[in-house]
């Protein structure tokens, strides 16, 4: 039995094996409008639950466990300062001894005594610190200057989070629109395989044909298949970044405002604003205040001494002592065992290391920088380049379509066709990744990618609260920001 589907025109039957080139050609035009809707689709469609970029950013700030863990790191550093404060300050003890003695006493006489005594003594001791060779301003300077570093590698924390969030994010919507697009290119796949049999039933084309229509099939579902992995991998990393699970779909990411209008720009700003520039730069004059803080220590000491004190003690009856005393220490240091001296070298070994290292992260700070911009200037070429890749793409494929419906090309032709359009469009997806996430790596080389400056909807941590909380705090065990 023979099928047969006829076309009337022109008040005559047309069989299948004529007009199979022009069901080829429906079929396969229907599969490219296909094909052409998912990255309207992909770039456009935001489902309900989606999570716009700021959000994620957002969400990021206020709970990721590594900026979380700095901001403790820098209240902890916030505490030398105090520390350094505290030699302007008396140092007041009280002391209380009380004991029971039995005593024995015998002579050459045979004359033998014991008697049995209780003593008692207390005292209050008061020591001010009048001159301690300057190292009293040198560590306070030294702990100040730390607290400054410790905030700029906050900053720098806080950069690199919200970076991670970023690519983090595209990562996701990157891998869901290449997955959107391997999905349909399966489809699509399909309904050409289906239609390549039924040419071959009718001996329009081989076997061959329909072996390679299954083969670039086969093909689809293994890039399908690798999407999906890709995906769930993103989705995990997002996960660890963020602390909240990616929703179902993301939104279109917010483009950051204000970027550099040229390399030179940025390679400026990254030599004098990046986070890790301005730590070196701290943590150099630290090292030059440690320095004089252990010169310091080869000069007099002087402070100020007074104390009252009153004994008790009973034997045959009870005595009292009472004492009162106000005086002046002054200790010289003569020769230390070499040690300070030591130390000293050693401070000033540190210093020059420290000046070398500013000059070292100002280095990479213009090397990251310029690295973040060339990225950005190649990204958005290569966007411009796969779109131009992909509209011409478009129309060799219709026209292969065309010409394979009459049989000047082969079925190979036009899925060779179908999948540089294909890879074209994935390519353009993992382009505009690349884009934007260059666009935030270069705001973070100039110092920019914080919080503040992205205008986060957040209550922004300040730094100052706490330090100024503690910095002239006498008494007391505890401070906010204190784990429960």
Known sequence: MTLKIELHTTGRNVPLRQMSGLFGLLMLATSLYALGMTEARAQ????????????????????????????????????????????????????????????????STGTARQQWRNSTSYSLDVSQP????????????????????????????EQTVLL????????????????????????????????????????????????????RRAKSKADRIQSEGDLEAARAAFLNVVGEAAPGGLGAPELPDGLPESKKQVLELAALKNPTVIAAEFTRLAALDNTD????????????????????????????IDTAKVGVSLAVPIYQQGAVYSRLREARQSAAQQSFTVDEQRRKAVETASKAWESLQTAAARVTSFESQIDASIIAL???????????????????????????????????????????????????????????????YDPRVHYQEVRRQWFGGRSSGDEK
């Open 164 to 215: 991670d969030t970023v690519s983090a994010y595209m990562d996701v919507f990157r891998d869901e629109a290449v997955l959107k697009l391997n999905i349909n290119n399966e489809q699509v796949l399909s309904r050409q395989l289906e239609a390549t049999r039924d040419r071959f039933d009718v001996g329009e084309i081989t076997r061959t044909d329909v072996h390679q229509a299954e083969a």
């Open 293 to 320: 803080s252990v010169l310091g220590e080869l000069l007099p000491e002087l402070k100020l001494t007074a104390g009252l004190s009153r004994a008790f003690e009973t034997v045959a009856e009870q005595g009292r």
């Open 44 to 107: 456009s469609a935001m489902p309900a639950n989606s999570q716009p970029l700021i959000e994620a950013l957002t969400t990021a700030y206020m709970n990721n466990p590594t900026l979380l863990a700095r901001r403790a790191r820098l209240r902890s550093a916030d505490e030398g300062v105090p520390q350094a404060l505290a030699n302007w300050r008396p140092n007041v003890s009280v002391s209380l001894d009380a004991g029971y003695s039995d005593v024995f006493n015998s002579n």
């Open 398 to 460: 219709e026209g292969v379509q065309r010409e394979a419906s009459v049989g000047s090309r082969t079925v190979l032709d036009v899925l060779d066709a179908e999948q540089e359009l294909l890879t074209a469009r994935v390519s353009l997806v993992r382009a505009r990744r690349d884009k934007i996430v260059a666009m935030y790596q270069v705001k973070s080389a100039v110092g920019q990618l914080t919080a503040r400056d992205l205008g986060l909807p957040v209550t922004l």
């Open 130 to 157: 009048l001159f301690r060779g300057g190292r009293t301003l040198a560590s306070t300077s030294k702990s100040e200057n730390t607290v400054r570093a410790e905030r700029a590698l906050l900053m720098g924390v």
